[in-house]
């Protein structure tokens, strides 16, 4: 079956382009409105029809799927999104996948029904050629998460680089002994943070012990248990990369629970820079992630799809930043 992007991709426009040319609606160069033209009848294109009338049908809702709800960090993206939302007249539906890649894409259901004019994801485990396919008639945005190699409308952070920039800090410290508590390396970004840690080591000279280095969960138990893990090794981490905050803390707390301290037994560090972590004991060093300004910029990018507008860029990296607190120290080099 021939569809919108087929014809976008031999015309070499967007496919917002071609839906406007399609329905006569919106401002389109002669030439470029030929050119859609020609390809429609070259590929012998038929419009969906009925997905065009759903959409002319507005609900002034979007909806927004986060992967875990209990996860704080996506308040604050949750916030940027509705910041946006409300100045335009639009409701939010919030969706928990409950990190399901199955409940994830029951959501997408949502779209074809029409109860909402377009969809946030704030997760990528769902089959990426069908969000594909969906995202030709329905408007989809990605934030936070990410598919490698997509062309899907995405804002996020670069998370190799991130993770580099944290591990290198703690080489800064002296350290070469460091453990990583992964996120899920089912997840985009718990392999690109795995990745930026093994690109730090290996760049500064340093191996990395394959037992220390756990896959967690993204959640405060995993990061107890793993840190529980690597002290009942012969020969201890000096310090700890975790792949999210609320591992970290899970971290500190086994550490604690072995009567030892933070950071002048381990240091720790994690990632994400949620509210908790400025307040925590020992207040916790992390890669801040702008969470606002992602949800903002999501929800202003699926505004403009909606709107049929043409998008000049697609997908967004936005910067990151290395929140330096209490929770790591200098390693003491004796002799």
């Given at each position: 079956m021939v569809?919108i992007?087929?014809v976008?991709?031999l015309?070499?426009?967007?496919t917002?382009t071609?839906?406007r040319v399609i ?8 030439e470029?409105?030929e050119?859609?033209m020609?390809?429609?009848k070259k ?9 065009r009338?759903l ?18 960090f ?14 335009i007249?639009y409701?939010v ?7 399901n890649?199955e409940?994830?894409?029951?959501y997408?259901?949502i779209l074809?029904?029409k109860k ?7 997760t990528?485990?769902?089959n990426q050629?069908?969000l ?12 936070c998460?990410?598919?490698?190699g997509s062309?899907l409308p995405t ?9 580099r ?8 410290l ?5 453990g990583h508590i992964?996120?899920?390396l089912?997840?985009?970004?718990g ?6 840690f093994?690109?730090?080591?290996a760049?500064?000279g340093?191996?990395?012990?394959p037992?220390l ?5 993204f959640s405060f138990?995993?990061?107890f248990n793993l840190m529980?893990k690597?002290l009942?090794?012969?020969d201890f981490p000096?310090?700890?990369f975790?792949g ?11 550490i604690k629970?072995k009567?030892?301290?933070?950071p002048?037994d ?7 820079d949620?509210?908790?972590a400025s307040i925590?004991e020992p207040?916790?060093?992390t890669?801040a ?7 903002q ?10 709107n049929?507008e ?7 990296i936005l910067?990151?930043?290395?929140i330096?607190r ?10």
């Amino acid at each position: 079956m021939v569809r919108i992007a087929d014809v976008a991709k031999l015309a070499n426009v967007s496919t917002a382009t071609v839906s406007r040319v399609i329905s006569n609606s919106g401002t389109v160069k002669k030439e470029t409105a030929e050119k859609v033209m020609e390809a429609v009848k070259k590929l012998n294109y038929q419009p969906n029809v009925l997905a065009r009338q759903l959409r002319r049908s507005e609900t002034k809702t979007i909806l927004v799927v986060v992967p875990d709800i209990t996860n704080t960090f996506f308040s604050e993206v949750l916030r940027g999104i509705e910041s946006v939302a409300i100045q335009i007249g639009y409701q939010v539906l919030l969706g928990d996948a409950r990190n399901n890649a199955e409940s994830e894409a029951s959501y997408l259901t949502i779209l074809g029904q029409k109860k909402a004019d377009g969809l946030i994801l704030l997760t990528a485990r769902s089959n990426q050629k069908m969000l594909e396919e969906i995202s030709q008639d329905y408007p989809v945005v990605l934030a936070c998460e990410y598919y490698e190699g997509s062309r899907l409308p995405t804002v996020s952070i670069d998370n190799v680089s991130s993770a580099r920039k944290a591990t290198e800090y703690l080489i800064s410290l002296n350290h070469k002994r460091i453990g990583h508590i992964s996120g899920p390396l089912n997840v985009v970004v718990g392999r690109d943070r795995c990745k930026g840690f093994h690109q730090a080591m290996a760049q500064h000279g340093l191996s990395v012990d394959p037992s220390l280095v756990q896959e967690g969960e993204f959640s405060f138990e995993s990061g107890f248990n793993l840190m529980m893990k690597f002290l009942a090794l012969e020969d201890f981490p000096t310090a700890i990369f975790a792949g999210n905050d609320e591992m970290a803390m899970g971290a500190v707390k086994a550490i604690k629970s072995k009567g030892f301290k933070v950071p002048e037994d381990f240091s720790v560090i994690g990632f994400d820079d949620i509210k908790f972590a400025s307040i925590f004991e020992p207040a916790l060093t992390t890669v801040a992630q702008p969470t606002f300004d992602m949800g903002q910029k999501a929800m202003q990018l699926l505004l403009k799809i909606i709107n049929g507008e043409e998008l000049e860029k697609s997908q967004f990296i936005l910067p990151d930043k290395l929140i330096v607190r209490d929770s790591c120290k200098e390693l003491t080099i004796n002799g």
